[in-house]
């Protein structure tokens, strides 16, 4: 099981950091990820750290801004959102699956199996 939490309303060009908690399985084993859906957009891979290491991609929108990390001793994967714009507002997601991923498909969410509820972030402008 997933939990995402940490969301709330901040103003452009604020702060929020984002945690996902993972229970029943070991979150360092597994490939995480963060993604986002607004309101009449599709679903939008942000980041991810992969099961035994390598580098994390970000996607355009959010590179240089956002970062992904996790500590395995407390099973929890967070993201750091700095420099927010109203453009981030949406319901953010951690998503898992047990196995490695290809860094080209570190943003699909097709490559994963179990979801977190989601978290709300606004940012009023």
């Known amino acids: 099981q997933l939990q995402a939490f940490g969301g709330g309303l901040v103003q452009a060009g604020g702060s929020l950091r984002l945690s996902c908690a993972a229970s029943?399985?070991?979150?360092?084993?597994?490939?995480l990820a963060w993604f986002r859906q607004a309101p009449g957009k599709e679903r939008e891979g942000l980041s991810c750290?992969?099961?035994?290491?390598?580098?994390?991609p970000y996607a355009d929108s959010v590179k240089g801004r956002f970062t992904i990390s996790r500590d395995n001793a407390k099973n929890t994967m967070y993201l750091q959102m700095n420099s927010l714009k109203p453009e981030d507002t949406a319901v953010y997601y951690c998503?898992?699956?047990?196995?490695?991923?290809?860094?080209?498909?570190?943003?699909?969410?097709?490559?994963?199996?179990?979801w977190g509820q989601g978290t709300q972030v606004t940012v009023s402008s």
């Open positions: 998503a898992a699956r047990s196995s490695r991923i290809v860094y080209s498909m570190c943003l699909d969410s097709s490559s994963y199996v179990y």
């Open positions: 029943g399985f070991h979150s360092g084993q597994y490939s």
């Open positions: 750290i992969r099961s035994g290491g390598g580098g994390s």
